[in-house]
């Protein structure tokens, strides 16, 4: 019997001893923590790990200064940490492809830590894309014995499968769906029948909304239920590894860790102050639970939790800042951002037994939901045209036994601009 920790007791379960162990990890953007001190580093590991996620994948970009300087922080909390493991990620997109012999000279200066995740004895390697330096791994490979497992997503299945002897696995980046369809595991699928029985890393996240003008971004994709349904599709497909995009990019509003306002991008404070998505991480030791033991009934919730997340402006509030939903940059077809963000709060309660859920948008009325089922229900209460502070409750046994208040749903927006961001609380 194995004890897992979430702040108190959370959660009891069995554990199997897998042929092949699975792993969590997060992207965490380096650039962002450019002026983190070593604590705040260690810090954000260690919260990391209380939601155990088991390291992070470092995205690196070869014209930024404070790379080898946060590298060297960064690899040096984690040995602090202990048991919380980094791979490095090349980003070939910002700031440009990487040279070669400096990607080498990279992986072997940390292939060393104790720190370093090693994936089939070598250690593991990742990319943000670098599709036009696909030649460039057999060499990197044998220059430093690594485990590459790049995002190419942009070449699609097919064109990978012809090149697919250059790297040991495959990273997708295609976490987000396209309309309002919810995102589905067809393209994981073809992927892994693309790596023709190599390693699959699958990608999770919570949100993506960005307006960022200075690089031609300015879409969100949807959302509402991605976190849930993308963790329960995890759960199904069973990849053998798993990562979240992301811990700390807040101009595209998927981080999942504290935000630190030195890291914001320039332009990106309207929508990411204000709007943390920290308790996000509450659910994640019962979703990473379940994907590991690949069995929800070994798993024993023992703490009532609300997670609940939604925008803090209606869709009429304002100006829709030029945002389109879907990107066109990317061939997909612009629509109205109004018709994938829709007024609705979201809800996520993990309950101990079967349980009442209320929710309250100001003085409105009270909405009542039934969570059937012990672990994990999920609900959506649409604003109805509601402002004000959120109230929530989950009551068993005519008892209250959690309770959580959110902040306001307002029509007032900061520059006069909808903010697409969501805004994510819990008990």
């Not at 992207?27 to 001190?37: E, F, M, Q, S």
């Not at 894309?129 to 995002?151: K, L, Q, S, Y």
């Not at 101990?352 to 309250?360: F, H, T, Y």
């Not at 007032?412 to 697409?420: P, S």
Request: with cysteine; charged share 20%; glycine share 8%.
């Amino acid at each position: 019997m194995i004890l897992l920790f979430l702040l108190s007791y959370v959660f009891v379960f069995n554990v199997a001893v897998a042929a092949m162990p699975k792993y969590v990890f997060a992207h965490y953007i380096v650039g962002n923590a450019a002026k983190l001190t070593p604590d705040q580093l260690q810090s954000d590991m260690e919260l990391a790990k209380q939601a155990f996620i088991d390291g992070f994948a470092l995205n690196i970009a070869q014209q930024d200064p404070s790379t080898d300087a946060v590298l060297q922080n960064a690899y040096a909390a984690a040995e602090r940490v202990g048991n919380f493991s980094l791979f490095l990620s090349f980003d070939y997109l910002s700031g440009g492809p990487w040279p070669v012999d400096r990607v080498i000279d990279t992986i072997n200066r940390y292939k060393t830590s104790p720190a370093q995740l090693y994936y089939e004895r070598k250690p593991l390697v990742s990319t943000f894309e670098g599709v036009g330096n696909v030649d460039d791994w057999p060499r990197i490979r044998e220059g430093t014995g690594c485990f590459a497992m790049p995002d190419w997503t942009s070449l699609g299945p097919e064109r990978f499968a012809n090149v697919r002897d250059n790297v040991d696995g495959f990273f997708s980046w295609d976490a987000w769906p396209v309309g309002k369809a919810n995102k589905s595991i067809h393209n994981d699928q073809e992927w892994v029948n693309a790596t023709a029985g190599k390693p699959y890393m699958m990608p999770v996240s919570p949100w993506f909304y960005t307006n960022l003008p200075q690089w031609n971004k300015n879409w969100l994709w949807e959302g509402a239920h991605l976190w849930t349904h993308r963790w329960e599709e995890v759960y199904h497909f069973q990849p053998d590894i798993v990562q979240i995009i992301s811990w700390n990019d807040y101009g595209e509003s998927h981080y999942i860790g504290p935000i630190y306002p030195d890291g914001i991008p320039q332009g990106a404070e309207r929508y990411v102050q204000g709007n943390p998505h920290d308790p996000w991480r509450k659910l994640l030791p019962y979703y990473i639970a379940s994907y590991k033991t690949a069995s929800k009934a070994r798993i024993r919730v023992t703490r009532d939790t609300l997670v609940f997340w939604y925008r803090l402006n209606p869709n009429d509030s304002g100006s829709n800042g030029e945002t389109t939903g879907n990107c066109p940059q990317q061939g997909q077809p612009a629509m109205d951002p109004r018709l994938l963000a829709e007024d609705k709060i979201y809800i996520a309660a993990l309950v101990k037994e079967p349980s009442i859920v209320l929710a309250q948008i100001g003085a409105g009325p009270v909405t009542e939901l039934f969570a059937s089922r012990s672990g994990m229900n999920t609900f959506e209460v649409p604003f109805g045209g509601q402002t004000g502070n959120t109230t929530f409750a989950i009551l068993r046994d005519d008892r209250e036994v959690a309770y959580a208040t959110g902040p306001a749903i307002t029509k007032q927006c900061v520059d006069g601009k909808v903010n697409w961001n969501a805004v994510v609380g819990s008990n």
